[in-house]
């Protein structure tokens, strides 16, 4: 008898436990956003979470928990109720944390579960406008024949446009001179006033400066050009062969979050990218509209993390 109350028991709370999920969400959702307001995480973020907030008729909203190149953001999402009621976004930083920081205060790799990559924009090389570097294949000419002389901003070391364009010199055996600011905005106003030569940074955050006509861009990342953007050539296309970075936007919740709230989130993203409304935001942004479910994310963030693993050990910074 003690058996079969056992079975009713497990019966009734997978049942409960169903219940649940075909009920989420049944409060507001909140998403941590471990930056400060306005970058491209955040406005990317906070697109999604109207569009889930639209299809699900329950409030998704966003939360700002900035510093320690995002890990305090990361770690409240860590401590939260894995219930899916807190996650956390981030982007390509995430697997640049390991190689960034000499300790982690939580585990890389089981802390946090992947839920869902949905915007995916690339990484682009940016002059001024009036620029004597016409095409990549000048930039790269004279970094080369003269190492060092061609400076690039970012918005310190040890972040994803730092890593990106040591990756760059990497690829092309060009030497480049980096210029540390106190954030990527600062970065873009140096190229913008001829104080340093190019900037390495995602589209989203320079495109304004593009269709300003204040900034030009050289080449962008990725297997194919941009539609919004389709003078601009592939680095690829530009003689860079072994250059495929690509900054894309995600979503985690903690570890222990039920695969069945995770499998509803992992719908509901895969029918917002669907829509149109998005498509045309990701056009707009100069990205690209994009799904990678779990496994897909899982596979690859741990890519995506040996691959700056081998750019660190390579590039000369100061681990934190």
């Not at 000499?102 to 682009?124: N, R, T």
């Not at 030497?175 to 600011?181: D, G, K, L, N």
């Not at 903690?254 to 669907?274: D, F, S, W, Y």
Request: net charge positive.
């Amino acid at each position: 008898m003690k058996f079969f109350n056992v079975l009713a028991g497990a019966g009734l709370l997978a049942a409960a436990t169903l219940a649940q999920a075909q009920a989420y969400p049944s409060k507001p959702v909140k998403i941590i956003v471990p930056y400060p307001p306005g970058g491209a995480v955040d406005v990317v973020t906070r697109k999604m979470a109207a569009q889930l907030q639209a299809q699900t008729g329950q409030t998704f909203f966003v939360e700002n928990k900035a510093g320690a190149t995002g890990t305090i953001g990361v770690m409240a999402a860590v401590h939260a109720p894995a219930d899916g009621y807190t996650l956390v976004a981030n982007d390509t930083t995430y697997a640049l944390l390991p190689h960034i920081f000499k300790k982690l205060p939580f585990d890389h790799q089981k802390d946090l579960v992947p839920v869902s990559a949905f915007m995916f924009a690339p990484m682009a090389l940016v002059v001024r406008a009036e620029s004597g570097h016409k095409t990549l294949a000048d930039l790269v000419a004279a970094a080369k024949a003269k190492p060092e002389s061609v400076s690039y901003g970012t918005g310190g070391a040890g972040t994803t446009p730092h890593f990106a364009a040591e990756a760059l010199g990497i690829a092309t055996g060009a030497r480049f001179m980096h210029v540390p600011f106190k954030g990527a905005g600062e970065a873009t106003l140096a190229v913008l006033s001829g104080t340093i030569d190019f900037q390495m940074a995602s589209t989203p955050g320079v495109i304004g400066q593009v269709k300003g006509g204040k900034a030009r861009l050289l080449a962008v990342s990725g297997e194919q050009r941009l539609p919004s953007l389709p003078d601009v050539p592939t680095f690829a296309q530009a003689g860079v062969k072994d250059f495929s970075v690509v900054n894309f936007t995600g979503l985690w919740a903690p570890k222990g979050t039920p695969a069945e709230v995770t499998a509803r989130l992992q719908k509901e993203i895969a029918a917002a990218m669907g829509t149109a409304e998005m498509k045309t935001y990701a056009d707009s942004i100069a990205a690209l509209p994009g799904y990678w479910g779990a496994a897909e994310f899982g596979k690859t963030l741990a890519e995506r993390t040996a691959y700056w693993g081998k750019i660190a050990a390579n590039t000369a910074f100061e681990r934190q």
